[in-house]
């Protein structure tokens, strides 16, 4: 492991797309290519302008990370844009080539069905009681969006080398395989994402192009906070499960891609499943309050027994 400090210079002049940037891991990766000089367009549907509908009825919007973005050095561009439909989607890019004529680095994060999925009451419903439309409906938000997003702007990815493509899931591909995640839909759409990964480096590989398939541990979004009754600087004090104190906040994630975008041999990365924690170990960087959570690494030790895990020893 390397020592890391903040180079706010990293990405100067680099162009990144952040889809699905309104809120959570989106944002916190939209601000840490922004805190790293990268000019980044952020894109969703919630805007300042309510022509789109979310699936959330939230205040958070792409403006205001796009303001974040610029606030800590970067130059943050907000776009409103329906990943599901492919005609927007084009156009975007349409967009982006004439302004830009490339794109350096590509995160599809789109999500939307964390209120489809349920809470922990909900999970575990087997298929044949799940909603069946709900269902699809996680599938498509999870998966076809980040198709449309690839088909359309990978093009601008791979016009020169080097080029970083991100598909944020949750859990590692070895994690999932050996276990059931909340519902047969919510299962299967987190276990695709981390193959987008492998197939889209298996298909960028040739262009000197990576993907790479990164899972954020116990995330402190903007609705997970919300939901314990905490702010970011109160967040200790949550009356949540152990895990909670290892939990990250959304930056990290963000400087993990940043890590693997500011990495010349990144391709060593190519199609694989990594963890923010993992590329932490790898690279140094911390999160927000200087430390390096792991919550995967406490959660199997957990699962193998050890009840008296101590959270404070993962972070």
């Known amino acids: 492991m390397t020592s890391w400090c903040l180079d706010p210079n990293a990405l100067r002049g680099r162009v990144a797309v952040v889809a699905g940037a309104t809120r959570g891991a989106g944002r916190g990766i939209a601000a840490a290519l922004g805190e790293s000089g990268a000019t980044v367009i952020c894109t969703g549907r919630s805007s300042r302008s309510r022509a789109l509908q979310s699936d959330y009825d939230r205040p958070e919007t792409i403006e205001e990370t796009a303001e974040l973005v610029t606030s800590l050095g970067g130059h943050g561009i907000p776009v409103v844009v329906d990943h599901l ?34 809470g922990p009451s909900e999970w575990n419903t087997p298929i044949w009681q799940h909603d069946l439309e709900k269902g699809f409906r996680i599938l498509r938000l999870a998966i ?11 093009p601008l990815l791979i016009a020169r080398p080097g080029g970083l493509l991100v598909e944020v899931t949750d859990g ?18 987190k276990a695709a994402v981390n193959r987008l990964a492998f197939s889209q480096g298996h298909e960028l590989a040739p262009h000197e192009a990576t993907a790479v398939a990164i899972t954020p541990g116990w995330l402190r979004s903007e609705m997970m906070l919300e939901n314990y009754k905490v702010t970011e600087d109160s967040w200790r004090a949550a009356a949540a499960p152990p895990g909670f104190a290892v939990s990250e906040s959304p930056r990290y994630v963000g400087r993990a891609v940043v890590a693997l975008a500011t990495d010349p041999r990144r391709d060593r990365w190519n199609k694989r499943s ?6 932490a170990a790898e690279y140094g960087f911390t999160d927000i309050d200087g430390s390096r959570p792991d919550v995967w690494r406490y959660s199997q030790a957990v699962e193998d027994g050890d009840q008296d895990a101590n959270p404070s020893d993962y972070r």
């Open 85 to 118: 439909d492919a005609a927007e989607v084009k156009r975007v890019a349409d967009r982006i080539r004439d302004a830009h004529g490339h794109i350096d680095i590509l995160v599809n994060d789109i999500w939307g069905a964390e209120r489809l999925k349920g």
């Open 144 to 154: 076809d969006t980040h198709l449309i997003t690839s088909h359309h702007l990978l």
């Open 172 to 189: 590692t591909a070895d994690y999932n395989a050996s276990r059931y995640r909340i519902s047969v839909f919510y299962d299967l759409a």
């Open 274 to 279: 990594v963890t923010s924690a993992q590329l």
